[in-house]
């Protein structure tokens, strides 16, 4: 294991350490956008075949036309399910051919080879296995450029996999929120409302809840029992119902006021970093599951 020895090796060691893993993560973003664009259009020449072959697509179908299927297609966006089974696949036959290079070499069975590429590929890196270490191998110079390129490609694709898989939990857990909303007796909801302080409950009482990790609050509906009810409510109250709005109208007064307003065209192209910056603002709106019309 090469590590550093002397005290200006370790210091230089951390601030290299500080710009080398932010120009790698920043690399493993750039590769995780650039495969998911490959993969929607993949995806999305194969969906337009298949319209094709059942005739619902005409062959001369152009942008523009009118024609509501055209329209549909392009704003067709593949589902996260299949991109994630496509990334595991991938990384599949990338750590089967890892493993296969490390079991005659390393002298390994191909189950610890398979445990070494996923725990080196997922960058857990535990040390109990570890490539290269002896001191000759035969053809080592082929070997460590092996070693390399299958380190490279398996800790990208498994990379994105993680940043998939992060987005059907994501799915899951705000399905699981919904169902448990739904659960909620209106016995429950109504010991709630008399608890409250000054309260007139009408008739009918609605308490649907958005509940979701996405959002920061609960929106609960005392305030619209109030307002049903013409009883006053304060301000907090009414911040707290109409915050979507002041916020959406806070946001169109700053662009207003600084001249440039947002144009939400989806065919506009995303230039550089505008979709923002991380791992689940570069699939955001790629996806069938994180569009905004969702």
């Not at 709630?192 to 009408?202: A, I, L, W």
Request: glycine content about 8%; hydrophobic content about 40%; some cysteine.
């Amino acid at each position: 294991m090469t590590t550093p020895a002397t005290v200006g090796g370790k210091i230089f060691l951390i601030f290299y350490g500080l710009i080398g893993c932010a120009g790698t993560i920043l690399f493993f973003n750039l590769f995780l956008e650039r495969l998911i664009t490959v993969i929607a259009y993949i995806m999305k020449s194969c969906h337009e075949r298949q319209l094709r072959r059942k005739g619902v697509l005409p062959h001369d179908s152009r942008r523009g036309s009118g024609n509501s299927e055209v329209d549909s297609l392009a704003g067709w966006k593949p589902s996260v399910y299949y991109v994630m089974l496509i990334l595991c696949v991938a990384s599949l036959i990338i750590s089967c051919c890892a493993s296969a290079m490390y079991t005659p070499i390393e002298g390994w069975s191909y189950f610890d080879s398979l445990y070494f590429c996923f725990v080196a590929f997922s960058t857990i890196g535990f040390g109990d296995l570890v490539s290269s270490q002896n001191a000759q191998y035969e053809s080592q110079g082929l070997y460590r450029f092996g070693n390399f390129v299958f380190i490279l490609m398996g800790v990208c694709c498994i990379y994105s996999l993680f940043n998939v898989i992060s987005i059907v939990i994501k799915q899951s857990i705000n399905w699981i929120l919904k169902k448990l909303d739904c659960r909620c007796c209106p016995r429950c909801q109504r010991k709630f409302f008399r608890s409250r302080r000054n309260v007139v409950m009408p008739g009918n009482v609605r308490s649907r809840r958005n509940i979701s990790i996405e959002t920061d609050g609960v929106n609960e509906s005392d305030t619209d029992g109030r307002r049903l009810s013409g009883e006053m409510i304060s301000m907090k109250d009414f911040l707290a119902s109409n915050k979507v709005s002041l916020a959406i109208m806070q946001k169109q007064l700053s662009e207003t006021a600084n001249g440039y307003p947002r144009q939400l065209n989806s065919s506009s192209k995303h230039n550089g970093f505008s979709g923002g910056v991380g791992a689940l603002a570069i699939m955001n709106n790629r996806l069938a599951e994180t569009s905004v019309d969702r």
